[in-house]
């Protein structure tokens, strides 16, 4: 499903030089996997997952997504920022259309579309709401609706939930792993929470830095339905928490890349 | 009380201003009535003009509605062009980064030249006349909308446009429907300065490539007919008429847009 075959990035700036941020990953998500990137703030796991949206190029190796290399981003690889994408000119329904509309379908029909998903992201009657007038979960909930109401093979979400509150957090969790169940997207979720990936994923890729590079790739066995607090999974969140704790923390933090995306 | 306090509020910020005004025209005319025995005219005698010429007085050849719309209707073809302008050329500098190079450093020359300084190519160009002045309004106003549109558009945050490609949006949407609002907030700041500059320079320009209508024009005829009052009454009008425009045109779009998607604070920085 998605492929990454000796990719390398390096970002090269005037002034400073250049700074290698991955080097030679290879990396196979099947589909309707559901994996974590896991590591330390730095390592690079973010970057991973821009390759994989096509925000950025590899400046070494090759980014597949379904067979076809990736260039750009695309509706069918659907990304959940971290915050502050939702387009705040565009009240809650018209942010849910907008893709539909950039499809080409006529603002009416595409505003019907978007009326079922938000409902079924749990918002319904927020369709007339200015983002800024919502809460953070209630936003990330609209950012998810927007990239599920194109219809996406795969969710790329980069921490997500990461600048909720712990109650939200948990409840968009369950809802996540719901809507996964249901649809079967193949997804990538970047993290630095070892509970977070330990409860979501059925794999979780841990990044490690200097160089970066993958660290380790375990499968997490999982009940169905999930259980947040179990023996077991304290166990694979011990496993985790190990081999980060072996990596070296506090990696000066990557610069942007300008203007450029 | 509470009537009392809200008359304040909303009173006092009217006629505050507008008692100074009156209190300081009173005394410069009074002063130059005084020491250099010159018959300046005060604002009751302005007042009598204005309500003159309002009833249908004719002021050189003209009534003074002939004189308002001429000067509005020039304004706003220039200020018209100098949107079209400088919108479009904002975009594409603020966009594309070869464009910005090439581009930039002349919206800053072209910002420290004042809209005068125009009168000599406008009179090549197009003479005494209509084109002359609409052309010195137009290069005036449109400097401070293509560089505010410009910067809006660079200060656009890239987590919209990685957003906006990521659900498929093909170039000219992305024009159209994400940098163009997301620049809206830097680019009213340049549309509002814009407005009153060139404004201002219309007026100045009617004075000197002027012909026959507009307040401008009007005001520097009173010279040779020695109609001062006719002159301090156009000032009024001039101010009275920028200061609506202002508010009816900026507040409403604010309100309509920047406000109705922030509450208050500038969104695009957040």
Redesign the interface.
């Known amino acids: 499903m998605i492929e990454l075959r000796n990719v390398g990035l390096t970002y090269t700036h005037n002034s400073i030089g250049s700074k290698q941020i991955l080097s030679n990953i290879n990396m196979h998500i099947r589909q309707g996997e559901f994996v974590c990137l896991l590591g330390p703030s730095g390592c690079g796991k973010t970057s991973l997952l821009n390759l994989m949206a096509g925000f950025i190029s590899p400046t070494q190796g090759v980014v597949y997504f379904s067979g076809r290399q990736v260039t750009a981003p695309g509706p069918e690889r659907g990304v959940v920022f971290q915050e502050h994408t939702l387009f705040p000119w565009l009240t809650a329904i018209q942010n849910v259309a907008f893709g539909l509309q950039r499809q080409g379908m006529r603002k009416r029909k595409a505003q019907g579309v978007a009326r079922q998903v938000l409902e079924i992201v749990g918002l319904s009657g927020c369709e007339d709401s200015f983002p800024h007038t919502l809460s953070g979960g209630m936003r990330q909930r609209i950012a998810i609706a927007r990239t599920l109401v194109l219809d996406p093979e795969a969710l790329l979400m980069d921490e997500p939930f990461s600048a909720l509150d712990a109650n939200s957090r948990e409840r968009l969790q369950d809802e996540l792993l719901r809507l996964w169940s249901r649809h079967g997207h193949t997804l990538v979720y970047v993290t630095h929470s070892v509970e977070e990936a330990v409860y979501l994923a059925d794999r979780v890729i841990i990044i490690g830095p200097e160089p970066p590079h993958i660290v380790a790739d375990m499968r997490i066995s999982q009940t169905n339905p999930r259980e947040r607090y179990s023996a077991s999974r304290l166990d694979q969140v011990r496993t985790l928490r190990a081999c980060l704790d072996s990596l070296p923390c506090c990696i000066a933090p990557q610069y942007r890349q300008n203007g450029d995306c | 009380m509470r009537i009392f306090s809200k008359l304040k509020t909303s009173l006092v910020p009217v006629l505050g201003p507008l008692g100074l005004i009156l209190a300081i025209w009173y005394g410069v005319s009074f002063a130059a009535e005084m020491n250099k025995g010159i018959d300046f005219p005060d604002p009751l005698e302005t007042a009598n003009r204005l309500l003159e010429l309002l009833r249908g007085s004719s002021l050189h050849d003209a009534s003074i509605y002939r004189h308002i719309s001429a000067s509005l209707l020039r304004w706003f073809k220039g200020f018209a062009i100098a949107v079209g302008g400088g919108v479009l050329l904002g975009l594409g500098a603020g966009w594309w ?1 070869l464009m910005y190079m090439n581009v930039a450093p002349l919206l800053r020359i072209l910002q420290l030249i004042p809209g005068l300084a125009w009168i000599p190519v406008a009179l090549l160009l197009y003479g005494i006349g209509e084109e002359a002045t609409i052309f010195i309004l137009a290069i005036t106003a449109f400097t401070p909308i293509a560089i505010s549109t410009m910067d809006g558009v660079r200060q656009v ?14 170039r000219r ?1 992305m024009f159209m ?2 940098l163009l ?2 620049a ?1 907030p830097s680019m009213l700041t340049g549309l509002r300065i814009g407005l009153g500059n060139g404004w201002r320079v219309l007026l100045a320009a009617e004075m000197v490539v002027g012909t026959g209508t507009g307040l401008g024009f009007s005001i520097i005829e009173a010279r040779w007919t020695l109609d001062y009052t006719a002159a301090f009454a156009l000032i009024g009008v001039i101010a009275v008429l920028g200061l609506v425009f202002e508010r009816i045109f900026f507040t409403s779009l604010e309100q309509r ?1 920047i406000r ?4 208050g604070k500038d ?1 695009t920085h ?1």
């Open positions: 980064r945050d890239t987590g919209y446009i990685r957003a906006a490609r990521m659900l498929g949006t093909g949407a429907h994400v609002p997301a809206l847009t109705a998607w922030s509450s969104w957040d």
